[in-house]
């Protein structure tokens, strides 16, 4: 591992303590607005985005960049498949912008741009930075490379370290903590969200679909916090002397990218299904694309299910028995939709209706979330 600069050294403390204090500030300004957010997870990309172009130009500069890299058998040389599985990985999130559609001025522009904007960066910074890795260690010993330093793992701590200096590398160790940080307030406005919508449609208690006067939907976030909490308390204590990094991180974010892929997937081939009956004219945006991506992400997620200890970093018995669990989730939530149907089909019809309520709020450009709780009321079922 590199030797961090002293200034970086600090207190030990216990790492839920930490964690506590964390999820309590991701909490705070999840439900101060998304605007509030936005800022903050803005200024974490653009520097860290900044960083790894920086990265990637000093390789090129240095070394230079080689398009060996692309060759068929470079390419096809390794395992192909668990490459394009952990390169799935890398797109997990990009759906996000959808679910603040209803906060969003004017959603049909600013939701399109920014989904296809996040693609292409996230694409395209990733196979920049990979490239320069790959050429950085040279073809040849970069497999064996990463191998060695897979334990620690420090391989582009290494590396940018070796091209930037130890003044970048300093920065590079901040924004690792602030990226981690930025990537918990993401997630936790997604998943409030995601119970936000659920419960608005009835199909988890309505409780949650409220909103405080910022717009935000604070009990689902609550409810998000509380289960953060019982999940980090759980690993610390089943795991009381060994770092979460060890433990909580590498499963949880498999467990969560494998998650974030079967949603994908389920949404894929709903927008087919949906615009199917529909009867829509535009088959590439409506079936062909989303067919495509269905397919895609169904070989991804049978292949991350198969695969998941190498995607989680461990092949302890609870962690090759985790992705079983989301595959119960599917069956019984299709389970749970025929039920619902049979003996809520208000509730039923009810989930359509949302989403024609969403496709009005679009045309108005009115802002549903923005209301507060007294403006949110229930109509009653009958």
Do not use: C
């Amino acid at each position: 591992m590199v030797v961090a600069p002293e200034l970086l050294n600090g207190y030990t403390i216990d790492w839920f303590l930490a964690a506590l204090v964390l999820f309590i500030i991701v909490f705070a300004l999840a439900i101060s607005g998304i605007s509030v957010s936005a800022v903050v997870l803005g200024i974490a990309l653009v520097l860290e985005v900044v960083l790894v172009f920086v990265f990637a130009v000093s390789v090129a500069i240095q070394d230079g960049l080689s398009f060996e890299a692309f060759s068929p058998q470079i390419v096809f040389g390794g395992s192909l498949w668990i490459g394009l599985l952990l390169a799935a990985t890398a797109f997990i999130g990009f759906e996000a912008t959808a679910l603040f559609g209803e906060e969003a001025k004017d959603p049909r522009k600013t939701i399109p741009r920014a989904t296809y904007t996040a693609i292409i960066v996230i694409g395209l910074m990733h196979a920049f930075a990979a490239w320069a890795i790959v050429s950085s260690l040279g073809l040849n010993g970069a497999q064996q490379t990463a191998l060695d330093r897979l334990d620690a793992g420090d391989l582009t701590l290494q590396l940018i370290d070796k091209h930037l200096g130890g003044l970048m590398l300093i920065i590079m160790l901040v924004l690792v903590v602030v990226s981690l940080f930025a990537a918990q307030l993401a997630f936790h406005n997604s998943a409030g969200r995601y119970l936000y919508a659920l419960g608005r449609a009835r199909v988890l208690p309505y409780w949650l679909a409220k909103t405080n006067s910022k717009g935000s939907p604070q009990r689902a976030l609550f409810v998000n916090f509380v289960f953060a909490l019982i999940v980090a308390g759980i690993f610390r204590i089943t795991f009381p002397n060994q770092p979460s990094i060890e433990t909580l991180v590498p499963v949880g974010l498999g467990f969560a990218t494998l998650s974030i892929m079967i949603v994908q997937a389920i949404a894929a081939i709903s927008v087919v299904v949906y615009f199917r009956k529909k009867r829509d004219a535009r088959w590439w945006s409506t079936f062909v694309a989303p067919g495509l991506g269905f397919l895609a992400l169904l070989v991804f997620s049978a292949m991350a299910v198969v695969n998941f200890p190498i995607v989680a970093g461990s092949d302890a018995t609870y962690v090759v028995v985790l992705p079983w669990i989301l595959v119960v989730a599917v069956v019984g939530g299709i389970i749970y939709s025929r039920v619902l149907k049979t003996t809520k089909p208000q509730v039923y019809a009810g989930l359509s209706e949302d989403l024609e309520k969403f496709d009005s709020a679009y045309g108005s450009q009115e802002n549903n979330m923005s209301r507060t709780e007294t403006e949110q009321e229930p109509a009653s079922f009958p």
